[in-house]
């Protein structure tokens, strides 16, 4: 609901306390007004003695028509010490009250406002003032309230009216001020937190302060520091309550990697044939890296692991060395891997994780179309668009069965294979999130299985909001 929000409720708020202040401004217009209007019919009640003066004596009509000018009944006016009554008319009944103008003081004309306007019967009232431009010593005179209460409420009205105006003139003025200068930044700040909490291990997604704003830009550089120590606690965290699986992890991958490594030292024990001189740089780069992963069990188990060594790099190298291992290992000669990749594609990632993440695939399909007992096909193709890179994996095995994808990316849990940890989807798949992408699973069935590895050339708007200007 509207007036549940910040800005809802700020408007709410500034146009109450824009009237309340117009209605503390409206009783001293009235007041104010009353003391004109009396004035005024003191000052025509006065012109019209003045003609009586003139003439000392006038026809009963004149003097009614004088009366009804002034909009008085009658008129006493004092000069030379001396009360005359100058002009007069039949008084409807007794005067009710009396008004002296004369020195009145402030919370007099205000308390006389109050009860003039809520006092809705026509009162016959005597006002007393000072002549003007020296016309005498005093005047008073007699007239009915009625039209004077018409008259305050006539204007109490505009002034009502007018004040509601600018009332919301300037509720709305403040409401856009505040909406662009608070509410909007302090959206941006919610939408980083929403941001940062759907993926807190991803670095890219802590704030980054940027508010012109004092108190904003110290609560953005605190929620910084905030996030910033969650993500190196929660890592700390998954590292020492998983050491265990960060062992096997390691041990998967280095069994394999060494597996290889095995199969190129046996051929070059076993055989004489020159191509062992091609096989011994594959040997070497299978050793490296066993050693590199074996460095990085140190520093996964200190939750000192480094992010990914971005770079750009030819896709074709990496994805062709992954083909030769594999299709090597396949010793029957039943799975066919092959590549499918645009020519000269180029990607930013870092080569030694992509190489482990594409490997895992590939085994992966490799073992579950041997484990079916029958031919098939491992195909690798990539593409690009202005967003992202891909890279497909595709295979015409078996399919996966339900529990494995109920548990796909789990540790442990996401096995297809008896003899199998479960480990290499989730390899993979911790490898591609510290690349700021995912691993999905396209499709999956008799016909087959389809992973895509989805890697953003920049950070998605999705993922970080665009940051507004912040004054």
Not at 244 to 263: E, P
Not at 436 to 455: A, D, K, M, N
Request: charge should be neutral; charged fraction near 25%.
């Amino acid at each position: 609901m509207f007036l549940n929000t910040l800005s809802g409720r700020f408007l709410l708020l500034t146009t109450v306390f824009v009237m309340l202040a117009e209605v503390l401004i409206f009783v001293p217009s009235v007041a104010r007004f009353r003391q004109d209007y009396l004035l005024s019919r003191l000052e025509r009640a006065q012109i019209a003695s003045l003609a009586l003066l003139a003439e000392d004596m006038i026809s009963p009509d004149l003097e009614r028509e004088l009366l009804a000018n002034a909009d008085v009944l009658n008129v006493v006016l004092r000069r030379d010490a001396v009360r005359q009554l100058m002009l007069s008319s039949p008084i409807p009944g007794p005067v009710h009250e009396t008004y002296d103008l004369r020195d009145a003081a402030a919370p007099g004309l205000l308390r006389d406002a109050l009860r003039q306007l809520f006092d809705p019967a026509d009162r016959i009232i005597r006002v007393i003032g000072d002549p003007v431009r020296q016309g005498g010593m005093q005047i008073e005179i007699t007239m009915h309230s009625a039209p004077l209460r018409a008259s305050m409420i006539d204007y109490g009205l505009r002034i009502l009216a007018l004040s509601a105006v600018i009332s919301i003139i300037t509720a709305l003025l403040l409401f856009l001020a505040v909406r662009r200068f608070l509410v909007r930044p302090i959206e941006g700040v919610i939408e980083h937190m929403a941001t940062y909490a759907s993926h807190p291990e991803d670095a890219r997604r802590i704030i980054q302060p940027s508010a012109g704003l004092v108190e904003l830009r110290k609560a953005e550089e605190a929620l910084r520091s905030l996030q910033t120590h969650v993500t190196g606690a929660l890592r700390q965290k998954e590292r020492l309550a998983q050491l265990g699986g960060a062992v096997a992890k390691v041990s998967h991958d280095l069994r394999n990697i060494l597996t290889t490594a095995q199969l190129f030292a046996d051929r070059m024990e076993t055989s004489d044939d020159p191509a062992v001189n091609r096989a011994v740089p594959k040997l070497v780069s299978s050793i490296r890296r066993a050693v590199s992963l074996c460095e990085s069990t140190l520093a996964f188990g200190k939750a000192e692991e480094a992010p990914p060594m971005l770079q750009r790099v030819p896709l074709a190298p990496i994805v062709q060395d992954v083909v030769e291992n594999e299709s090597l290992a396949a010793e029957d000669g039943d799975v066919v891997i092959e590549a499918e990749l645009p020519p000269g594609m180029v990607l930013r990632c870092d080569p030694e994780q992509l190489y482990r993440v594409l490997s895992n695939l590939v085994r992966n399909a490799r073992q579950a179309i041997a484990a079916g007992g029958r031919a098939g096909h491992v195909t690798l193709s990539a593409a690009e668009s202005d967003r992202e890179w891909t890279i497909c994996v595709r295979d015409t095995g078996p399919g996966l069965p339900a529990k494995a994808r109920e548990h796909l990316f789990m540790p442990f849990q996401g096995g297809t294979r008896k003899e199998g940890s479960g480990l290499g989807l989730a390899i993979a798949s911790e490898l591609v999130a510290g690349h700021g992408g995912r691993l999905e699973l396209e499709r999956t069935g008799p016909e087959g299985t389809s992973f895509v590895l989805r890697l953003p050339k920049t950070i998605r708007d999705e993922e970080i909001p665009a940051r507004r200007e912040l004054v």
